[in-house]
């Protein structure tokens, strides 16, 4: 029995002598917008061999969400790199033997689960081949929306919206980036509406005004006590972007 966890261990050490710290970096990259980092809370991220699903690295990514002139303003040339030593990553650090195929799987934004969305892609890791600077940099779609008016379950007199139900929402792009009229994130590119339903079946649709950055409101008037749900939606048509929030409350007598 001695013999065979000597043995063992001899080879697990073997194993670990012929294995070469190899270093990958990763970066989410909201749709349109800068990177995901600490701002936002980060994304997380893991690094998984394919051929047996064990974890090789995980942990979030870190720091700014990059260089707005370089990322959104710049003409970008093949070879152009998006990030420098401030920009939010995850550096993978990894000891591999053998050429090894991983998938890297990002869940972002980690701390807004309503708005979060599970991105992947897979790569070869050669070992002591780094993959640095932008390293590998997975997308992440969406926007990020927070129904701030009605709220989640609320109990609403009817007599209260006699002048109409205030909606309000807040909506930022995955990087945590401002939408504003305008601005770079151009609110006058975006379609967002609130599309309601009473008792399970459709009831309105309005249109969301942007008075000032990340708010989007409007007014909807209601007769009637009731179940109802808001979807608030956000489309940008140049982008193809799209965000989706949900909430559920009472209008009663």
């Given at each position: 029995?001695?013999?065979?966890i000597?043995t063992?261990?001899?080879f697990?050490?073997?194993?670990n ?5 190899t ?77 090894t ?24 890791l ?30 609403i ?37 609130a ?13 969301l005004?942007n008075?000032i ?27 193809g ?13």
């Amino acid at each position: 029995m001695k013999k065979s966890i000597l043995t063992l261990i001899l080879f697990s050490i073997c194993i670990n002598a012929f294995a070469t710290e190899t270093k990958l970096m990763v970066r989410a990259k909201a749709k349109d917008a800068k990177f995901v980092g600490s701002s936002l809370g980060g994304a997380h991220v893991i690094v998984r061999n394919t051929l047996n699903g064990e974890i090789l690295a995980e942990g979030n990514t870190v720091g700014s969400t990059g260089n707005t002139n370089i990322i959104m303003k710049s003409a970008q040339e093949r070879y152009t790199q998006l990030s420098d030593d401030r920009t939010a990553g995850f550096l993978a650090v990894i000891d591999i033997d053998e050429p090894t195929f991983v998938r890297v799987e990002v869940l972002s934004p980690i701390n807004k689960k309503n708005a979060q969305v599970h991105a992947s892609t897979e790569l070869w890791l050669i070992p002591g081949k780094n993959i640095l600077d932008d390293g590998v940099v997975v997308e992440i779609p969406g926007f990020v929306i927070d129904i701030l008016r009605p709220n989640t379950h609320q109990y609403i007199s009817l007599e209260s919206v006699a002048k109409g139900l205030h909606i309000e929402a807040n909506i930022v792009m995955m990087c945590g980036c401002p939408i504003e009229k305008d601005g770079i994130w151009d609110s006058n590119l975006m379609e967002v509406k609130a599309m309601v339903q009473k008792d399970g079946e459709p009831f309105a649709e309005i249109s969301l005004n942007n008075p000032i950055q990340n708010t989007f409101e409007g007014r909807l008037e209601i007769a009637e006590a009731g179940y109802y749900q808001i979807t608030v939606y956000a489309y940008n048509s140049k982008t193809g972007n799209t965000g989706v929030e949900k909430i559920n409350y009472i209008i009663r007598e």
